[in-house]
């Protein structure tokens, strides 16, 4: 853009800020924050959005809070959701309930965030608290999403991505590429199941899910593990 003169604009810096952020470049996406001013581009909430992921993905969780703490603007939904979805990644409890606890207060009737801090006491085994979330849930009238079957997720750790993988293993060619697209977020059990067959197997796998793609080969994801 620059080099036939068009100056880039407060979308042009999140297109490269996102792609920054879903690709772990932190020093790269810390710059083009940083030459926003130069271009008299006032960051927004989704700029600041990014930048928590970005720092949240690199595991720089402390740093991540610290950020939001002396962030110019008042953090929203958005911003606290990219932290706690940063703490389900590194199953850090403490700060994912602290990130839900801001969540809950600014949009108490959304069920993913919720389920999101349920997962991250399942993972940890902590069944009480996870079933503490589902109560607080329930007695607050929020409802999960219908294909966002959590509970299975927590203690049978059975998902439909699993079946669609079986199916396709049986009725296509050996070495075939396999895509699978699902309407929620691939769950980690998940993730990490498709990971092992695609060095099993050998076989290039695709999984489209509410938050992008994933390209599994080898054992290793595109996603670097943050589904």
């Not at 296509?172 to 590429?177: E, H, K, S, V």
Request: with cysteine.
């Amino acid at each position: 853009m620059l080099r036939i003169c068009i100056e880039p604009n407060e979308i042009t810096f999140l297109c490269v800020l996102t792609a920054c952020s879903h690709n772990g470049l932190l020093n790269e996406g810390q710059f083009y924050f940083e030459l926003m001013k130069r271009y008299n581009v006032e960051p927004k909430i989704e700029h600041y959005v990014t930048i928590v992921d970005l720092l949240g993905r690199a595991g720089l969780l402390d740093q991540a809070q610290r950020y939001i703490n002396d962030m110019p603007i008042e953090p929203t939904v958005a911003i606290w959701g990219a932290l706690l979805g940063a703490c389900r990644m590194h199953r850090n409890m403490e700060l994912g309930a602290y990130a839900a606890k801001h969540v809950f207060e600014l949009d108490p009737h959304d069920s993913g965030p919720h389920v999101l801090l349920s997962n991250i006491y399942a993972s940890a085994r902590r069944w009480s608290d996870a079933t503490r979330v589902r109560k607080m849930m329930k007695d607050s009238g929020v409802k999960k999403e219908p294909a966002c079957n959590w509970e299975r997720e927590a203690k049978l750790q059975y998902h439909s991505e699993k079946l669609a993988l079986a199916f396709a293993l049986l009725n296509t060619p050996p070495g075939a590429t396999i895509q699978i697209k699902k309407n929620i977020r691939m769950c980690g059990d998940c993730h990490s199941a498709i990971k092992f067959v695609s060095t099993v197997m050998e076989r290039e796998i695709l999984v489209r899910d509410t938050n992008g793609f994933h390209h599994f080969s080898n054992g290793f994801c595109s996603c670097g593990d943050y589904w």
